[in-house]
């Protein structure tokens, strides 16, 4: 090519950001600065000092409060995941960024970058809820026998689903834990239910939950899309993740391994 | 001794529980840092440069001077100081919030990985241009190619982009091609002819990334390594603008009244 033409496609864009989620009433001296703020029509005030920290979350996602039941569901889908661990790999990144002194700032947003796999991860969740729209109308025994004829055999855990598998090589008996409380102590929809089912028919092959494939499925109960499911899984589990990190903080590098020459092998 | 305490060898995660095995390399203290066969500091630093190194982390060969130089200039295509494209854009913001440069850098490396810019797209072009060479030699046309693609999707991985019809960063890459001596290969020219067709029946043309991934597939690249080897196309770019906004007056990039904003959510209400 010689030489290309470059012309404008003439996009309309927008002049002013719309939302429904926040409205700021401008101050009467300062229009930059905020008289009164609302969160879906309610007084942000109001909700400072009559809501909880989940419930607002809810508000701001679906655009209004939960019910009772819906409340009890999302705050137990939240705790349940409120921390991954301190072997996970997004824990164990934040440790490592806290004692070697990383940019407090830092710290939270890289863990998250960590979190966001496909594996016990964020993307995992987002996959999870798609999976889970897709599959919704079917049999779940149908579904899960499918997904073992399609099963790549590769070396390490099991994924005939995103959500659910194996966790170190077998079904993880603590996310069908939190699994069975969710369901005896929350009122769960048709999502979770199938997602029961599918564990179920999931063990023949030693596979069941995962803590992405719950929280999904209690999310798409909620109504959640899994745009949405995906960064509340996030906002979920970041407590944990920032927890380990602020016992760190002010430690040396040696209160974390660093693998000896001898087992580091370079092949 | 407990059960757990057992080292089962058969056992993957096992296996694997402090150790670390690497085919990538690593530093050997007091003796040397190894890559893929090379001492980086005696074969590497000083002998290569920084994109033949990284070239090398990515695929584990290490390319010629003249391929290096023609990633890079790729890298130069893709990073504008123009704080309007999205990913700088996290950077103007991060700066303007006082944010670090490593914080909004990576704010804006981070925006890049989508579907519509950036190194999000590679994969898709890639594969694109490698199913329509299969097809082309199978003996379907041009034409054929292309109106099939639009019966699956509305439009051409590699052969758009945003805001504007065209790509002057085409030209600037073909002159680099040229200036380094490379010749034109299969996907290439196959990509040339479709950027012909495009443009005189659809009027759309052939954006960089179509051009570089036809380019790459030619020099024997996957689509993973193409992912990997983009993954900081837009850095300096986003550099620039955290940069222009960090030395300015906080808040003062874009600053914005309340009433800028359109509120369209339902009206006040009290708390039931």
């Not at chain 1, 890289?110 to 979190?115: E, G, I, K, R, T």
């Not at chain 1, 099991?158 to 993880?172: I, S």
Request: net charge negative; proline share 4%.
């Amino acid at each position: 090519m010689k030489k290309v033409e470059e012309k404008k496609r003439g996009d309309a864009f927008c002049q002013r950001i719309s939302t429904a989620v926040w409205k700021e009433v401008p101050d009467s001296d300062n229009p930059f600065q905020i008289a009164e703020a609302r969160c879906h029509g309610y007084e942000h005030l109001a909700l400072v000092n009559n809501g909880s920290f989940s419930d607002v979350l809810f508000l701001l996602m679906k655009g209004e409060l939960p019910n009772p039941e819906q409340s009890l569901l999302f705050d137990k889908l939240l705790i349940s995941i409120i921390h991954p661990g301190p072997r996970h790999n997004a824990s164990r990144a934040a440790m490592n960024a806290a004692v070697t002194k990383t940019n407090v700032s830092h710290v939270i947003p890289l863990a998250l970058n960590v979190f966001s796999g496909e594996f016990l991860g964020s993307h995992e969740v987002f996959n999870c809820m798609k999976y889970l729209e897709r599959n919704i109308k079917l049999i779940p025994s149908d579904v899960a026998a499918d997904a073992f004829k399609r099963l790549l055999d590769v070396e390490g855990d099991k994924n005939p689903a995103p959500g659910f598998g194996t966790v170190y090589g077998d079904k993880d008996p603590y996310s069908q834990k939190l699994a069975d409380n969710i369901s005896s102590t929350c009122e769960t929809g048709k999502y979770f239910s199938w997602a029961c089912l599918f564990a179920n028919a999931l063990s023949e092959e030693n596979c069941g939950w995962r803590m992405t494939g719950l929280f999904a499925a209690g999310m798409k109960d909620l109504g959640f899309t899994p745009y949405e499911g995906e960064m509340i899984f996030q906002i979920g589990s970041a407590p944990g993740i920032a927890a380990q990190a602020a016992e760190k903080f002010g430690r040396p590098i040696t209160d974390m391994p660093f693998i000896p020459e001898e087992n580091y092998v370079i092949e | 001794m407990s059960s757990n305490d057992v080292l089962d060898v058969d056992n993957l995660w096992d296996r694997n529980r402090n150790r670390i095995s690497s085919n990538k390399g690593g530093w050997r203290i007091g003796e040397a840092v190894y890559n893929q066969g090379y001492s980086q500091l005696e074969d590497l630093v000083g002998h290569t440069s920084y994109f033949q190194v990284m070239l090398l982390n990515v695929t584990g060969r290490l390319p010629d001077i003249r391929l290096a130089k023609w990633l890079e200039n790729t890298f130069s295509c893709a990073s504008w100081p123009d704080s309007r494209i999205w990913c700088n854009q996290m950077g103007a913001l991060a700066g303007s919030s006082k944010s670090t440069a490593v914080a909004g850098t990576v704010a804006g490396v981070l925006a890049s990985d989508s579907v519509i810019y950036g190194p999000g797209v590679m994969d898709h072009c890639m594969e694109f241009i490698g199913n329509a060479l299969k097809e082309y030699k199978n003996g379907k046309t041009v034409q054929q190619i292309v109106d099939e693609q639009f019966g699956r999707k509305s439009s051409v991985p590699g052969y758009a982009r945003p805001i504007a019809k065209g790509d002057e960063r085409v030209v600037a890459m073909q002159r680099v091609s040229s200036d380094l001596e490379f010749v034109v290969g299969e996907h290439e020219a196959l990509a040339m002819k479709i950027n012909e067709y495009l443009s005189e029946n659809h009027d759309e043309c052939i954006n960089v990334g179509g051009y570089m991934v036809a380019f790459l597939s030619d020099h024997g690249f996957s689509a993973t390594e193409v992912k990997r080897m983009t993954t900081l196309i837009v850095v300096a770019g986003v550099q620039a603008c955290h940069a222009e906004t960090y030395d300015k007056p906080a808040g003062t990039y874009l600053p914005m009244r309340c009433d800028d904003i359109n509120y369209v959510g339902v009206e006040d209400r009290d708390l039931p």
